[in-house]
């Protein structure tokens, strides 16, 4: 009966908001009349008050703090997230974030390597990059500046592998000693302001190996001296001819040119 009850009150309801009087509603159910016309009543009391305006403070208020909470949320969809990546549906989003993932990890190593050794895992790395640079340098001073960068290079590994093996590493000697001859070979293709500083720097880089080698010498094992002793002296030629190259006036002498194109390879 209950139930009944309130179905007809609800019904009641919707007719009283389409405009049909409570005593037209109540005639139509007279055995509910004295139980429902309190709530009717009551009904039509609730409608009839006035509708509350909002306070437009409270109103921009809450609006304040929606858009707030807002940019909140924006901020966190832009964190960075490789789970958010790879959890991506088309397929060349999550190629893409692989090949980015492989180039960091290629630039870390990369980055590990330029200070690694002969014998290091990395060493590889490091002479590969350097290739790949000196390949993509298309202007020949660029490329002879890298020449000295890497023969710089060669000898700072030549003193470090010595220090550790207490022997010298013919190959990085070697190495040291042709990137220098390298570098000054471009010489002839610049103007010749640009050839008198490039041949000034092969010239400080020589004697920087010269003073390298003649520390180490005492510290050499016999079997190196002999290798180490003629280093040196290929390197006081060499200071010989770049004084040559910058001043070729004050020496009657023909410029020792044969020292620069010895190639080094000692075994």
Not at 232 to 261: F, T
């Amino acid at each position: 009966m209950k139930l009944k009850r309130d179905e007809i009150l609800d019904q009641l309801l919707e007719e009283i908001k389409k405009g049909k009087s409570i005593e037209d509603c109540l005639r139509a159910y007279p055995e509910f009349a004295e139980e429902l016309e309190p709530l009717l009543r009551l009904a039509e009391r609730i409608e009839d008050l006035p509708k509350p305006e909002p306070n437009p403070e409270v109103v921009e208020s809450v609006l304040t703090k929606i858009r707030e909470m807002a940019v909140k949320e924006r901020q966190k969809e832009k964190k960075f997230s490789f789970r958010k990546i790879f959890s991506l549906q088309p397929a060349f989003v999550r190629a893409i974030a692989v090949v980015l993932l492989i180039i960091f990890i290629g630039w870390t190593s990369m980055s590990l390597s330029a200070k690694s050794v002969p014998g290091d895992f990395l060493y590889p790395i490091k002479l590969f990059t350097e290739k790949v640079q000196y390949t993509l340098t298309v202007n020949p001073e660029g490329k002879a500046e890298l020449h000295l960068v890497f023969a710089d290079r060669r000898t700072n590994e030549l003193v470090l592998s010595f220090k550790e093996g207490e022997m010298i590493n013919k190959v990085l000697l070697n190495a040291m000693l042709n990137e220098a001859q390298s570098a000054l070979k471009y010489s002839e293709s610049l103007s010749a302001e640009r050839s008198a500083i490039l041949v000034a720097k092969v010239g400080k880089c020589n004697q920087h190996q010269q003073r390298v080698l003649e520390e180490i010498k005492p510290m050499a094992c016999r079997d190196d001296t002999a290798v180490i002793n003629e280093a040196i002296n290929l390197c006081a030629e060499r200071h010989r001819c770049v004084g040559y190259m910058l001043n070729p006036e004050s020496s009657d002498e023909q410029p020792p040119y044969p020292c620069w194109k010895k190639c080094c390879n000692w075994q």
